[in-house]
């Protein structure tokens, strides 16, 4: 008899069509797939996220094993489970006589370079449900001296044909982001993302999560993602039906008392596997052509899917296991006690903070524009807030949280993915939210206790960082600006400014 290969399927790799399995033969092979501790504590998750996780595998090893697949499942609390996966692997290499192992390669350098160093066989293969390859993403980055993402997702417009007119953009523009963003109201006849009740497959997930994760930062229950593939296409389609039309419009909106806005929630899918990014994308466009989303919506939506999201994971696996290291700002200060739940006076920080204990979610522009934008304001260490945007987030794997946070939002890359830092005033955060209305601090003052912390630190930023962003040609005008106040004012701003760090540095409530 022909010795069996094992398939390796990790928990974000939750499709049918993962090249592993296509590579496999049903009747010989037998698929692995574990629940170890080594993944779920290797930061501490949000436990909404571990549930998430956790449930979707087993639904889709019992779809596996209806389907004909033999598979080799481990629980988290299995008495023999060897906490790794690597451990898991030897483990079943042994009990079924197996030497090799197949493979997708994974999303996170970290698991790589562990089924690399395996003392068997493993056929790492390329993970081929994105758009571009790693080889077609390298090939577009060569040479180039700015790797701006825009005109890579023209590039991927033109490969999948989307909201294309033969060789040209449908509309006759290739981004319609200037009919975008527009602060939201609060409406109560705005329908939020799909829930699913969970089944006893998922309830046994819970219980086991509320017994080993009770510490983790965030709140298990209510507890109401898809977790197969099935919930995920309905979530997609109500997605399509109810909130795309107001995607474009609202898409860097945010409110108090609604979390959600226009925004899919569909990330954890895509992430997962149980969507392809693709068939999610192709989705969009056929509502558009049925004349049932405007152009900016559709446009907007797919740049984020076949434009950001392809375009960060390139970034990712061409810049190499030491990504996350990266501080080129020399940003060092502990991560503030708020981030974990701990008080804040700063309405927008409560409210994205809050927002993602509860849901295990935020928007783009909460993380971007307000957890982010403090934190690279203040200059806290990058690979702190790295694990903090990898823990508490549903849909965080490193091969997409990486780059945004290290890239975009921290600007520790050095700007190969950001042409300049995403830092504002409290200005920005007023235009585009309800937050500074109910918030301690006011917004429209300047200096002083009470005036927002975004306003004084943005300068402060500015002026302590002068020297590498001056010559930048999208900031010089920032610097004309902050130049031409009275140097009075100018110092009493950083006083203030230096006033917070101060009071961060103590621990005490900001
Ligand atoms: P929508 O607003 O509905 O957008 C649609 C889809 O576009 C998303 O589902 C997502 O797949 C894709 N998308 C949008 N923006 C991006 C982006 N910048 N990069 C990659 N894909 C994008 N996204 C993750 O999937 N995982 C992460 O761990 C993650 N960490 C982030 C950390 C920081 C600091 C920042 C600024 C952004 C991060 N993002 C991450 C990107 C983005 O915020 C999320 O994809 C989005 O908020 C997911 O919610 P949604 O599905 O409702 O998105
Ligand atoms: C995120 C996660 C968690 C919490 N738990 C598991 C697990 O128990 N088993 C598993 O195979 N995968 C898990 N994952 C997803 C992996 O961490 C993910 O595959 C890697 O980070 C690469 O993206
Ligand atoms: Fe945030 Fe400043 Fe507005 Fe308060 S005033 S909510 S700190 S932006």
């Not at 974000?12 to 779920?40: F, H, N, Y």
């Not at 974990?340 to 928007?363: D, K, L, V």
């Not at 760090?501 to 005490?508: M, N, S």
Request: hydrophobic fraction near 40%.
């Amino acid at each position: 008899m022909v010795a069996p290969r094992l398939v390796l399927v990790l928990g974000d790799q939750l499709s049918e069509e993962i090249s592993a399995l296509c590579a496999a033969d049903k009747a010989r092979d037998i698929v692995v797939m574990a629940e170890v501790a080594g993944e779920t504590e290797y930061v501490p998750h949000h436990p909404k996220k571990i549930a998430l996780v956790l449930a979707a595998m087993r639904h889709f090893a019992a779809s596996l094993e209806a389907d004909g697949w033999t598979v080799a499942y481990t629980k988290l609390d299995d008495p023999g489970n060897s906490g790794t996966i690597p451990g898991e692997l030897l483990r079943r290499a042994e009990a079924h006589g197996a030497s090799d192992v197949i493979a997708t390669s994974p999303g996170e350098w970290r698991l790589i370079t562990a089924l690399e160093e395996m003392p068997l066989k493993v056929h790492l293969l390329a993970d081929d449900r994105f758009i571009a390859s790693l080889d077609e993403f390298d090939a577009w980055a060569e040479g180039r001296k700015e790797l701006r993402m825009e005109y890579f997702y023209r590039q991927m417009r033109r490969k999948t044909g989307l909201m294309m007119e033969g060789d040209d953009p449908a509309g006759g523009k290739w981004n319609f982001d200037h009919d975008n963003r527009k602060p939201a109201q609060a409406d109560m006849l705005r329908s939020a993302p799909m829930q699913f009740t969970p089944d006893d497959v998922t309830e046994n997930v819970l219980q086991l999560v509320e017994g080993r994760f009770a510490s983790n930062f965030g709140t298990l229950r209510p507890f109401h993602f898809a977790v197969t593939r099935g919930q995920a296409l309905r979530a997609l389609d109500h997605f399509v039906k109810y909130l795309l039309e107001g995607f474009g419009d609202y898409q860097d909106a945010m409110l108090q008392d609604d979390a959600f806005l226009h925004h899919s929630l569909l990330s954890p899918y895509m992430n997962l596997g149980l969507l392809n990014p693709l068939e999610v994308c192709q989705r969009v466009e056929q509502a558009w052509k049925e004349g049932k989303v405007p152009i900016n919506a559709a446009e907007g939506f797919i740049r984020q899917i076949i434009g950001w999201r392809e375009y960060v994971r390139g970034l990712y696996f061409r810049e190499g296991p030491d990504y996350t290291t990266r501080n080129v700002l020399g940003h060092d200060r502990a991560l503030p006690a708020m981030y974990w739940g701990e008080e804040t006076r700063m309405n927008c920080m409560a409210h994205a903070i809050g927002q993602t204990e509860s849901e295990g979610y935020a928007h783009h522009i909460q993380r971007l524009m307000v957890t982010g934008n403090f934190a690279l304001l203040v200059g806290i260490a990058p690979a702190e807030v790295h694990e903090w945007y990898l823990s508490v987030y549903i849909d965080a794997f490193e091969w997409v949280e990486a780059p945004n946070t290290i890239g975009m939002s921290q600007w520790a890359d050095g700007g190969i993915i950001a042409s300049k830092p995403y830092v504002s005033s409290g200005n920005y955060i007023n235009k585009m939210s309800d937050y500074c209305g109910s918030c301690a601090y006011s917004v429209e003052d300047k200096t002083g206790p009470d005036a927002c912390p975004f306003n004084t630190l943005y300068w402060h930023f500015l002026d302590r960082h002068r020297d590498r962003f001056e010559g930048n040609h999208r900031m010089g005008m920032i610097y004309r600006s902050w130049d031409k106040m009275n140097e009075d004012k100018r110092k009493t701003m950083l006083q203030t400014a230096d006033a917070i760090l101060q009071k961060l540095d103590d621990g005490e409530t900001v």
